[in-house]
């Protein structure tokens, strides 16, 4: 009986395992489409007060774009700001992208965002960004959509790249930030880290990986693959 346990105990860490595995290709994935497997700025990110625009036409990240690995090089433009309900108030992080809002100011924002500030689509929402001086933008909730870091300290807002441009004063081809995407075949680290460096190295440009932006949950996915080790380890002792 004591065997047959622990090789049913023994089979259940494996299913753990494969898990975990699928959960951290998943979570990859999910990072990747919200910022980027790969982030290029002019500088210093301030998400408070105005940013030193990257272009998009930059030759060397033209480079990057043809390269195999690449999928996609694409704009964005970030900015905190602060959005109010009829009673409530939130803090959120406003990301202008080519394919956010349909309309003029309209956002696409995270179900537990619009749970917490009861919004449905078709609400308007006045939003504040507060930096040298107080701009407001009445955004209209186009949809609502589930998010992988769906809690209270990253709640991002999609609204429409040209709608975050007007904010800066920037013209077509300036942004806060070129996201690199990578294929999900070269979806690898040490590949997302060379190209990193590639590009710091061949710019002026300030490049850092998903692995640098999300640090802390990445090494929360190392310390669970670390234990599950250990358990199988301690199973495969028991059984001899």
């Known amino acids: 009986m004591a065997v047959v346990a622990i090789a049913v105990s023994f089979f259940v860490i494996l299913v753990a395992v494969a898990v975990a595995s699928g959960y951290r290709v998943e979570l990859g994935r999910g990072l990747a489409d919200l910022s980027g497997d790969i982030t290029v700025t002019n500088g210093p990110v301030n998400f408070l007060n105005e940013q030193y625009p990257v272009r998009s036409d930059n030759p060397s990240l033209r480079l990057v774009s043809e390269m195999e690995e690449v999928e996609q090089v ?28 349909g309309k003029p100011l309209g956002v696409k924002v995270p179900r537990k965002l619009a749970r917490m500030l009861e919004l449905e689509v078709g609400d308007a929402v006045p939003t504040y960004f507060v930096g040298d001086r107080v701009q407001v933008r009445k955004f209209t909730v186009e949809e609502i959509y589930d998010s992988i870091m769906d809690t209270p300290d990253n709640l991002v807002v999609l609204a429409d790249i040209g709608d975050m441009r007007r904010l800066f004063g920037w013209d077509e081809g300036e ?21 990193s460096v590639y590009i ?20 929360w996915l190392n310390l669970i693959d670390a234990n599950v080790l250990t358990i199988l380890i301690l199973m495969v002792i028991m059984l001899y």
């Open 200 to 219: 710091s190295d061949s710019t002026e440009l300030v490049s850092k990986t998903i692995y640098e932006n999300y640090g802390n949950l990445f090494e």
């Open 175 to 195: 942004s806060g930030a070129l996201e690199i995407v990578l294929k999900p075949r070269f979806r690898d680290k040490k590949v997302t880290q060379a190209l």
């Open 74 to 101: 694409r704009p964005a433009v970030y900015r905190y700001g602060i959005m109010k309900s009829e009673d409530r108030i939130q803090g959120v992080l406003v990301k202008g992208i080519e394919s956010g809002g």
